[in-house]
C-alpha cells in the first residue's frame, strides 16, 4: 500500500499544470543626452513662443501709431484746405477793395470836374470853362481789371511770425503759415523787415500765384 501511494503522488506530480510565467527587460533611464535634447527643445518652444507674442506685440504698436499718424495727416489736410479757402477768400477781398478804391477816386474827379463847370457857368464869372464831355469810368474795364491780378503767396517757416511789405503796404505773416496777397498784375517790390536784402523788384502775370519764402 505505501508502494500504490508513493506511486500516486509520483503521477500526480508529473501531470500537475504548471504555472506561466514572462518577464521584461528593465526600461533603461534615458541618458544624459537624451536629457539634454529634452531640455533644449522645451526651452526652443519656449523661447519660440516668446518671440511670437513680442513680434504680435510689436506689430500692434506699429499698427497703432501708423493709425495716429494717418489721423493727424487727415487733420492736418482738413487744417491746410481751410485756411487755402479763407486765403482765397482774402485774396477776393482785397481785389474789390482796390477797385472800390479806384471808383471812389475817379467818382471824386468826376464830381470836382463838375463843380467847377458850373462854377464857370454863374452870371458874373469872367473864367469860362468850355464843356467838355469827362469820360466816366467804363464798367467793363473795371470787370477786366479784376481778371488782371496775380497773388504773392508769402509763406513763414520761421517760429515767429515776420513782416513784408509789399508795394510800400505792410502785412503780417504768422509762424508756420502763409498768406495770399492780390497784387496788379505787372511790376511790384517788397522786402521782408529784417531780411539785409532790402527791396526787391519783380513782375507778375495776371491770374498767377507768385510764391514767397521766408527762411
Not at 470787370?143 to 515767429?160: C, E, W, Y
Request: hydrophobic share 35%; proline share 7%; with cysteine.
Amino acid at each position: 500500500m505505501s508502494r500504490a501511494w508513493n506511486l500516486g503522488l509520483a503521477l500526480t506530480l508529473c501531470f500537475a499544470p504548471t504555472a506561466v510565467r514572462s518577464s521584461e527587460p528593465a526600461s533603461k533611464p534615458p541618458s544624459e543626452l537624451e536629457l539634454a535634447e529634452r531640455r533644449l527643445s522645451a526651452k526652443i518652444d519656449a523661447l519660440e513662443k516668446a518671440l511670437d507674442i513680442t513680434f504680435r506685440n510689436k506689430i500692434a504698436g506699429v499698427n497703432e501709431r501708423l493709425d495716429a499718424m494717418q489721423r493727424d495727416l487727415n487733420l492736418q489736410r482738413e487744417r491746410l484746405d481751410t485756411m487755402e479757402r479763407t486765403a482765397v477768400r482774402d485774396s477776393e477781398l482785397n481785389a474789390l477793395r482796390d477797385q472800390v478804391d479806384r471808383l471812389r477816386a475817379d467818382l471824386d474827379g468826376v464830381r470836382r470836374s463838375e463843380s467847377r463847370y458850373r462854377e464857370s457857368l454863374k452870371p458874373g464869372n469872367s473864367g469860362y470853362i468850355p464843356r467838355t464831355d469827362v469820360p466816366m469810368p467804363d464798367a467793363s474795364l473795371y470787370s477786366a481789371n479784376r481778371m488782371s491780378f496775380g497773388t504773392l503767396r508769402v509763406t513763414n517757416d520761421f517760429p515767429i511770425g515776420q513782416d513784408i511789405v509789399v508795394n510800400n503796404r505792410s502785412y503780417p505773416v504768422p509762424p508756420h503759415s502763409f498768406i495770399d496777397i492780390s497784387v496788379p498784375a505787372g511790376t511790384f517790390n517788397y522786402f521782408v523787415v529784417d531780411d539785409p536784402v532790402g527791396v526787391r523788384t519783380r513782375t507778375i502775370a495776371g491770374n498767377r500765384v507768385f510764391p514767397i519764402r521766408i527762411y
